[in-house]
C-alpha cells in the first residue's frame, strides 16, 4: 500500500515538474527557432505542445521513480529484519 500512495504522490509531483519544464522548454524553443508570434501561435504551442508532453513525461517518471524508491526501502527494510 506504502507503494501505491508514494507512486500517486509520485506522479502528482511528476507532472508539475514535467510542466515546469516542459514551458522552459518551449520558451527556449520558441526563442531559439524564432517561432512567430502572430495571433498567439508561440504561446499555443508553448502550453498546448510542450506542457502536456512535460505533464505525460514527468508523471510517468516521477511514478517510475518513486515505486523504484518504495521497493527498495521495502528491501532494505526486510533485509535489516
Do not use: C, N
Not at 9 to 32: E, K, M, N, P, R
Not at 41 to 55: D, K, Q
Request: no cysteine; net charge positive; charged share 10%.
Amino acid at each position: 500500500m506504502k507503494a501505491v500512495v508514494l507512486a500517486a504522490l509520485g506522479t502528482v509531483v511528476g507532472l508539475i515538474l514535467g510542466v515546469a519544464l516542459g514551458i522552459l522548454a518551449g520558451i527556449a524553443w520558441v526563442s531559439v527557432f524564432k517561432t512567430t508570434d502572430f495571433e498567439g501561435y508561440s504561446a499555443m504551442l508553448v502550453f498546448f505542445t510542450f506542457a502536456p508532453v512535460g505533464a505525460v513525461l514527468g508523471g510517468l517518471i516521477g511514478a517510475i521513480w518513486a515505486a523504484y524508491a518504495a521497493s527498495r526501502a521495502r528491501i532494505r527494510m526486510d533485509s535489516d529484519a
